[in-house]
């Protein structure tokens, strides 16, 4: 159960390391979602469901209706502009490259196709993460993975998460974004799911600190993205160098985020 949870927390984070927190390979066939209806109401939000490719229709369904765990995290305040918090969302790698550069976490992705990453959080827990649909204010992911820990050893499962975001400003006047995560988690394993209400109650609190720890992972990058920009872009460039697109993007942004706490701060980067 706990790995399951794990897989859905990092989307997020996406976020944004949200999607790193996964392994594993998806072996799942085309779903029939003819006969398929996704409620689009999750954790009072309501989400454009209705695009979803009628091929994972069924899918998620088979996940949200026979889940193990419901949690709902948010809204959760990121200090990131729209703009580069959609970009880390949209590259898990370049998100955990500069987590473990910056000793935020152990965060490991690589992309493995067009909305398809692999992550592992360090903590046990890996998988795979599928961008199933998104548009400027919601995401869908589906996932798939493995845990492993004293408690539940090699315990395998699955996960639908939806992604609210909005833009907001703060009480600095400084951009930021506010994100709610909804995540169903189902278990492979018959006897653990069929124990779920005896555990249920660790378990979902498991959920919901694993969420909550990977938006505060992102935020936290946020603050020292502002607070801290020139020790972000030395980690970036220090060799062996992230990719360029990626370097001069945090170029540019970074060049935008600095907080007024930050001025007159020396430009050393603290390692």
């Known amino acids: 159960m706990k790995g399951n949870q794990q897989l859905s927390r990092i989307v997020i984070a996406g976020l944004l390391p949200l999607v790193i927190g996964l392994g594993t390979v998806l072996h799942v066939g085309l779903g029939h979602s003819a006969t398929c209806t996704l409620s689009p109401q999750h954790g009072g ?20 209706d026979n ?7 948010g809204p959760t305040r990121t200090a990131l502009s729209r703009e580069m918090y959609e970009y880390l969302l949209d590259r898990p790698p370049l998100a955990a490259a500069l987590i473990n550069r910056l000793d935020l976490g152990l965060y490991k992705s690589e992309a493995r196709g067009p909305g398809q990453f ?16 998104q548009d400027r204010t919601s995401r869908i992911y589906y996932l798939v993975g493995t845990h492993d820990s004293r408690l539940l050893p090699n315990i395998t499962g699955k996960a639908v998460v939806f992604l609210r975001m909005k833009p907001v400003t703060d009480e ?22 069929g124990l779920v209400s005896l555990v249920r109650p660790l378990v979902g609190g498991v959920v919901a600190r694993k969420l909550q720890k990977g938006v505060d992972t992102v935020n936290r990058l946020g ?32 060049q935008n985020v600095a907080s007024p706490s930050s001025a007159g701060r020396g430009k050393t980067p603290a390692r």
Not at 118 to 133: A, K, N, Q, S, Y
Not at 228 to 250: G, N, Q, W
């Open 223 to 254: 603050q020292l993205m502002r607070q801290h920009p020139e020790r972000v872009l030395f980690e970036a460039t220090d060799p062996p160098a992230l990719p360029k697109e990626d370097v001069a993007f945090l170029k540019e942004s970074l």
């Open 45 to 64: 939000q309501t989400f454009p469901v209705e695009h979803v490719h009628p091929d994972w229709g069924c899918r998620l369904q088979a996940i949200i």
């Open 67 to 73: 889940h193990t765990t419901v949690s709902k995290v």
């Open 118 to 133: 692999w992550g592992d959080d360090g903590e046990g827990t890996r998988g795979m993460v599928h961008l199933i649909f």
């Open 172 to 193: 600095h006047g400084i951009e930021a974004m506010d994100s709610t995560l909804i995540s169903y988690t189902k278990l492979d394993n018959r006897i653990l799911s």
